[in-house]
């Protein structure tokens, strides 16, 4: 089933089951997506995609891809490397990535699987991890490589967290659809031109493991987004580097899944 949050036309906030997306229509829900709900006949028009969620915390991966951390030159994490990301960054399907203010010049893209977490978990286990997953959407870890990795010392928090830079959307795909989430094909596609295209079984740390281990450092609130890491191919690393430009077209495509799409603009 997918899940979709959107403004109907006459402006409301409305979660629904995806009808069509060509058509953006869906069958409105009633209740709470994270207890009890039911999807209704009424088929409504969205006026605007939002956020699936709106999440409490967004936990994000490092050097979660082996490829990816061979081209970074970083040896393997022993255990997953949790780092924080703003939920003022989030934004939804079609909404623009806006480059900061403080430092335009160095934003890059980041396509990964997001993780949203169903119920509340802590301390759990590998093996019971799944019973408190809701499901998944596409994500955009977007960085400015400056403040991340110069002018704040290699704290990631500030250069992952300007508003705009955690696109997910463009709805939520509940877990009974995704037989196997660390088997997928994740991609980025800027103005037409491939520059990420792995799946997530090259992923150091799998799904189960990354939420059972962030479940051990804090409790995992329903609504909570676990970006899982990137793939190989990001801007910095290119030669010449590839960062994102006003009037780029972004999109992260993931399978199964969807493919969230965001332009790119100036504050």
């Given at each position: 089933?997918k899940?979709v949050?959107?403004?109907?036309?006459d402006?409301?906030?409305c979660?629904?089951?995806?009808?069509?997306?060509?058509?953006?229509?869906?069958?409105?829900?009633?209740?709470?997506?994270?207890?009890?709900?039911t999807?209704?006949?009424?088929?409504?028009?969205?006026?605007?995609?939002?956020?699936?969620?709106y999440?409490?915390?967004?936990?994000?991966?490092?050097?979660?891809y082996?490829?990816?951390?061979?081209?970074t030159?970083?040896?393997y994490?022993?255990?997953p490397?949790?780092?924080?990301?703003a939920?003022?960054?989030?934004?939804?399907?079609?909404?623009?990535?806006?480059?900061?203010?403080?430092?335009?010049?160095?934003?890059?893209?980041?396509?990964?699987?997001?993780?949203?977490?169903?119920r509340?978990?802590?301390?759990?286990s590998?093996?019971?991890a799944?019973?408190?997953?809701?499901?998944?959407?596409?994500a955009n870890?977007?960085?400015a490589?400056?403040w991340?990795?110069d002018k704040?010392?290699?704290?990631?928090?500030?250069?992952?967290?300007?508003?705009t830079f955690?696109?997910?959307?463009?709805?939520?795909?509940?877990?009974?659809?995704?037989?196997?989430p660390?088997?997928?094909t994740?991609?980025t596609?800027?103005?037409?031109?491939l520059?990420?295209?792995?799946?997530?079984?090259?992923?150091?740390?799998n799904?189960?493991?990354?939420?059972?281990?962030?479940?051990?450092?804090?409790?995992?609130?329903?609504?909570?987004?676990i970006l899982?890491?990137?793939p190989?191919?990001?801007?910095?690393?290119?030669?010449?580097?590839?960062?994102?430009?006003?009037?780029?077209?972004?999109?992260?495509?993931i399978?199964?899944?969807?493919?969230?799409k965001?332009?790119v603009?100036?504050?």
């Amino acid at each position: 089933m997918k899940i979709v949050h959107f403004l109907s036309q006459d402006n409301k906030n409305c979660y629904g089951v995806l009808d069509s997306l060509e058509s953006r229509t869906a069958y409105r829900i009633e209740g709470d997506i994270f207890s009890e709900y039911t999807i209704t006949k009424e088929k409504q028009a969205a006026k605007k995609f939002l956020p699936p969620v709106y999440p409490p915390n967004i936990l994000a991966m490092g050097l979660n891809y082996q490829r990816h951390a061979d081209e970074t030159g970083v040896a393997y994490p022993e255990i997953p490397v949790m780092f924080l990301k703003a939920t003022t960054a989030v934004i939804g399907h079609e909404e623009c990535i806006l480059l900061p203010r403080a430092g335009p010049d160095s934003v890059d893209y980041e396509a990964e699987l997001a993780v949203i977490i169903g119920r509340q978990a802590k301390n759990i286990s590998v093996e019971n991890a799944f019973d408190y997953i809701l499901g998944y959407t596409c994500a955009n870890d977007v960085s400015a490589r400056d403040w991340q990795f110069d002018k704040q010392k290699k704290q990631w928090a500030r250069g992952k967290s300007f508003d705009t830079f955690c696109p997910i959307g463009p709805f939520l795909v509940t877990k009974d659809e995704i037989e196997n989430p660390d088997d997928l094909t994740v991609q980025t596609i800027i103005n037409g031109t491939l520059f990420q295209d792995s799946r997530t079984s090259d992923m150091i740390f799998n799904v189960a493991t990354i939420v059972s281990n962030a479940s051990q450092s804090m409790t995992l609130l329903p609504g909570t987004v676990i970006l899982t890491g990137t793939p190989q191919g990001v801007g910095f690393v290119r030669i010449p580097p590839r960062f994102l430009a006003v009037g780029d077209n972004v999109t992260v495509k993931i399978e199964k899944i969807g493919e969230l799409k965001n332009q790119v603009k100036n504050e």
